[in-house]
């Protein structure tokens, strides 16, 4: 273990990919570094020798091969969630936390976040503050995604929940470190709302935010968390944009909150369509993007190389020398 931290972290991290596998692998070692239980489930071929995959259980990483085997139509959403299902299955700790195959959460942060839930029962999931690092040519720089992160704070009975995450939207419930049993009942819930209507749209992570929500209270914590990294190429696969695409995610909550007798799912439609911009069909509303676009070209947003003062500016705690293992596990 690296001499900076004292004890492991009993977190279990589960890091799924579809490819990439080398930068998998080198994301699970720097996990198994600072927690005490790490699990891949990886879908691609060929999967790792049997000699491979004892090195990594030495190292504390469980390893697991997946084969989706359901229909076609609905793989790409069922088996997002069901690596993730798979994996939290096999932890042995209280709390576990997914990662995405590339990117990393600090030490502080994961302990931040587990005290946080131990300290206050009242909690189901918790998360931190994120950092986006990007490169221009050989230039590095910095970014704050997600600001909605700072301050959230979603403890309420459940329409409360579902009103204020709709409209302060954050990338919460994904990213947190979650009670085990929690996060897996989340996922299961997940899993049957896509499996009954597959689609694959720019907001289908609503539908797991949201059934957070009903799994209880959550908050994001001011501590230096989440490193997104927008260094290597993304492997999307979602698209459309249009009305449409807010009518099937209103038609998954009917079916998601329909437990719910006085829960007004128009209001929580009003409030995505404030905030998911990006996928309104009008002419009017692209224009308004595409103004946006043309305007950032004239007027170039200065770039922030420096780390800390984005920190500092944005009152995130962090601590130094985590920060710089991080990046150097990054290859940064």
Not at 2 to 8: D, R
Not at 219 to 229: D, F, G, V
Not at 311 to 321: C, F, M, S, T, V
Request: with cysteine; charged share 25%.
């Amino acid at each position: 273990m690296n001499k900076f931290y004292q004890n492991k972290i009993d977190i279990t991290v589960l890091v799924t990919s579809i490819k990439q596998r080398e930068i998998t692998i080198e994301t699970a070692n720097y996990y198994s570094e600072i927690c005490s239980e790490v699990v891949i489930v990886d879908e691609e071929e060929p999967y790792l020798c049997s000699t491979d995959i004892k090195s990594l259980k030495e190292a504390g990483i469980t390893y697991i091969p997946y084969t989706y085997n359901g229909d076609a139509n609905k793989k790409s959403l069922h088996s997002t969630y069901e690596k993730r299902l798979i994996a939290a299955s096999q932890s042995k700790n209280k709390y576990v936390v997914h990662s995405n195959h590339d990117e990393r959460y600090t030490y502080y942060g994961l302990l931040a976040c587990m005290s946080e839930l131990e300290n206050n029962r009242n909690l189901t999931f918790c998360a931190g503050q994120a950092v986006a690092v990007r490169r221009d040519n050989s230039d590095i720089h910095y970014s704050r995604p997600h600001k909605n992160l700072y301050g959230y704070q979603n403890i309420n009975n459940i329409n409360q929940r579902l009103y204020y995450h709709a409209e302060t939207y954050a990338l919460v419930a994904h990213y947190s470190v979650w009670i085990k049993e929690s996060y897996i009942n989340v996922t299961e819930k997940t899993i049957s709302i896509h499996d009954l209507m597959p689609s694959t749209t720019m907001m289908e992570e609503v539908i797991f935010e949201l059934a957070a929500d009903l799994a209880g209270n959550s908050k994001a914590i001011p501590e230096l968390y989440w490193i997104r990294n927008r260094l290597n190429p993304p492997l999307h696969n979602s698209n459309g944009k249009g009305k449409h695409v807010f009518k099937t995610i209103e038609n998954k909550l009917h079916l998601l909150l329909s437990e719910l007798d006085d829960i007004k799912i128009h209001i929580i439609i009003n409030s995505f369509w404030n905030h998911f911009t990006f996928v309104h069909p009008s002419f009017l509303s692209r224009s308004i993007i595409l103004v946006k676009l043309m305007a950032r070209k004239v007027i170039k947003k200065k770039k922030i190389n420096d780390i800390f003062t984005l920190l500092n500016n944005a009152k995130i705690n962090y601590n130094k020398d985590d920060l710089s293992n991080v990046f150097k596990s990054m290859g940064l």
